[in-house]
């Protein structure tokens, strides 16, 4: 799954999650691979979409709390959108939503 990155406003800059984040996917460290390269492009400020992500195990969710750490750590902010109810359950049950902030409606659209 190729990560689409497009930039809605200076400075926000918004990541298409497809298909599945698990473990065992080369997947997930090429989305940790597409956040550091945003940062190091200046790009602080993160929408990941997940409309189009079906599922995650707990390697998905250790890749958005990882990016979630790079994207503080540089002095940025990490949103999410789009996100289904089972993806929304998992996130609740790994506590990841408490780290993360959640929009319902999806970004740009």
């Known amino acids: ?14 990541v298409t999650v ?3 984040l698990v473990w065992g ?11 550091t390269n945003l940062l190091n492009y200046g790009q602080r ?3 990941f979409d997940l409309a189009a992500l079906d599922y995650a195990d707990s ?3 250790a890749v958005l709390i990882a990016c979630l750490t790079q994207i503080k750590n540089s002095g940025g902010d990490l949103r ?3 996100a289904k109810p089972r993806i929304q359950k998992l996130l609740r049950l ?5 780290l993360l902030a959640t929009v319902a ?3 740009g659209g």
């Open 80 to 82: 999410l959108v789009g």
């Open 25 to 35: 996917c080369r997947d997930l460290d090429l989305l940790e691979t597409t956040v």
């Open 45 to 47: 400020n993160i929408v």
């Open 1 to 14: 799954m190729p990560f689409e990155t497009r930039q809605i406003e200076p400075g926000i800059t918004v």
């Open 105 to 107: 409606k999806s970004a």
């Open 18 to 20: 497809v298909g599945k």
């Open 59 to 61: 390697s998905g969710m």
């Open 94 to 98: 790994a506590r990841v939503d408490d």
